[in-house]
T-cell receptor, first 113, second 115 residues
C-alpha cells in the first residue's frame, strides 16, 4: 500500500533559522510523483514542487530546497533563513498511477519573530 | 478570475440532515477531487471524477455522494449516514487525469460543523 509519513507534527523556529521538514514515502510503483504543498491559515493549499521518480536531482528555489533520495524513500524540504510568512502547515504527497494524491499528516511550522 | 470556487465557506448542520457543498471551476480542467481534512490526519480522498458523468470512490466514500453533470461542477453531498462529518472539505482539480502534467489546484475549502 502507498503511504506518506511526516513524522514531525509541529516545528517551532525563530526567524532566520534554517528548518527541514521530513517526508518518507512507501510505494511499489516504479513511476510516481512527489509533491509538497503549503497550507496557510486561509486554508487553500498552494503547490510548491513536483518531482518525478526518475529525477533525483536536488532542487533549489530561492530559500526553498528539496532533497530527494530514492534509496531512503525520502523527499525532505528545507527552508533557509525562515521568515514569519513561512508559518503554515506543509504537506508532502505521493501520486498513484490514476492521479490520486496520498497526503502525509502535515507538519505545522511556526516561525516566531 | 480563473479558479476554483467552493461554497459555502462555513456551514452548520444538525445531525440527521444532508448538506451539499459546491465546487465550481472555470479552469477547464477535466479531473476534479474532493478531500476531507481532519487535524493530525492530513487529507483523505472522498471521491474523484476524471470526466463528465463518471466518478469513482476514494478512500473514505461512505456517507458521501457526488455528481458530475457538467465539466465545471462537482458537488459533494454529506449524507446523514456519515458518522462524523465535522471537517474541512477541499475541492481540487487538475488539467488531465493522472497528474502527469502537473499538480492539483485547490479551492479555499468549506468548513462543516455538525451541531
Amino acid at each position: 500500500a502507498q503511504k506518506v509519513t511526516q513524522a514531525q507534527t509541529e516545528i517551532s523556529v525563530v526567524e532566520k533559522e534554517d528548518v527541514t521538514l521530513d517526508c518518507v514515502y512507501e510505494t511499489r510503483d516504479t513511476t510516481y510523483y512527489l509533491f509538497w504543498y503549503k497550507q496557510p491559515p486561509s486554508g487553500e493549499l498552494v503547490f510548491l514542487i513536483r518531482r518525478n521518480s526518475f529525477d533525483e536531482q536536488n532542487e533549489i528555489s530561492g530559500r526553498y530546497s528539496w532533497n530527494f533520495q530514492k534509496s531512503t524513500s525520502s523527499f525532505n524540504f528545507t527552508i533557509t533563513a525562515s521568515q514569519v510568512v513561512d508559518s503554515a502547515v506543509y504537506f508532502c504527497a505521493l501520486s498513484d498511477t490514476v492521479g490520486k494524491l496520498i497526503f502525509g499528516q502535515g507538519t505545522e511550522l511556526s516561525v516566531k519573530p | 478570475d480563473g479558479g476554483i470556487t467552493q461554497s459555502p465557506k462555513y456551514l452548520f448542520r444538525k445531525e440527521g440532515q444532508n448538506v451539499t457543498l459546491s465546487c465550481e471551476q472555470n479552469l477547464n480542467h477535466d479531473a476534479m477531487y474532493w478531500y476531507r481534512q481532519d487535524p493530525g490526519q492530513g487529507l483523505r480522498l472522498i471521491y474523484y471524477s476524471q470526466i463528465v458523468n463518471d466518478f469513482q470512490k476514494g478512500d473514505i466514500a461512505e456517507g458521501y455522494s457526488v455528481s458530475r453533470e457538467k465539466k465545471e461542477s462537482f458537488p459533494l453531498t454529506v449524507t446523514s449516514a456519515q458518522k462524523n462529518p465535522t471537517a474541512f472539505y477541499l475541492c481540487a482539480t487538475t488539467p488531465l487525469p493522472g497528474l502527469s502534467t502537473g499538480e492539483l489546484f485547490f479551492g479555499e475549502g468549506s468548513r462543516l460543523t455538525v451541531l
